[in-house]
């Protein structure tokens, strides 16, 4: 079995034990029970669980809960407001250094990619496998393929630059896919193709500090449009470069964690995940 096969096949486990957590959250399950749903021994599991998510099952137990996220929406609140007083994203990471934002022009918006090349890449991650793309100015396509298939991949960075060209070059990819989940990355320049209220609303997702979460309504308050919290969902569903732009830092005002296009599983694991990286830099 090579790598790629054993990052999917592993994370395939930890999605189900999400998914079987957030099922029966309500009478609090064991260990041995969430380990013997996904067919391995409760210290294996543990270890598994843990290597992926960042924290343990009993620990993520309690995160998804709605309980849980209301409080992560109510500690993260301050500091979002802070944040964008400010301008910056965190003290102890500021995430907009590490991504530097490129949008197309009005006349590229038209074109619709007229003349552009794009590579593309199919790689594994701590979260399932990836497809990246990359334009010649950064990354204009990450998304994950798991769940949703490798040619529905393409199909969407197709859908977006409709007359670009693609190929596939791993050679040109690998290099990027390796600093997207790297701690402290180095800048990685992305390359938007968008409305001009969809690149405000990502350039708004970019002020979230990893380990912290906002609102829908945060982030049209931010925007000054408090009542287009609507508008703003539909322009994150189509963030196309995604965990870079971190569409999965933004919960539903009562403490849901709303829709993701790459499944509510992942969507959580990130947000745990980066809760206990920030947890261990502070």
Known sequence: MDDQQLY?????????????????FQRQPELEAVAAHVGLSEYHFQRLFTHWVGISPKRFLQFVTREGAKQLLADSHSLLDTTY????????????????????????????????????????????????????????????????????????????????????????????????????????PVHLNGSNF???????????????????????????????????GSAIARNPVSYLIPCHRVLRKMGEFGNYRHGIERKQALIAWEHAQALREG
Not at 138 to 149: A, R, S
Not at 204 to 225: E, N, S, T
């Open 8 to 24: 999917s096949q592993e994370y395939q486990r930890i999605e189900e034990a999400i998914r079987f957590l957030n099922a029966n």
């Open 85 to 188: 007083e400010v301008g910056l994203s965190s003290p102890g990471r500021l995430h907009d250094l590490f991504i530097v934002t490129e949008a197309v022009t009005p006349g590229e918006y038209k074109a619709r990619g007229a003349g552009l090349s794009i590579a593309y890449g199919f790689h594994p991650s701590l979260f399932g496998e990836c497809l990246l793309g990359v334009t010649g100015r950064g990354i204009c396509y990450l998304g994950f393929t798991t769940g949703l298939g490798r040619q529905a991949a393409l199909d969407e960075v197709r859908s977006q630059w409709p007359h670009a060209q693609l190929s596939e070059s791993i050679d040109l990819t690998a290099p990027l896919m390796e600093r997207v989940f790297a701690p402290r990355a180095e800048a990685l």
């Open 198 to 232: 969809q690149i405000k609303v990502w350039e708004a997702l970019l002020r979230i500090p990893p380990g912290a979460v906002a609102c829908y309504q945060d982030i049209a308050g931010v925007l000054g449009m408090p009542q287009a919290s609507r508008a703003v």
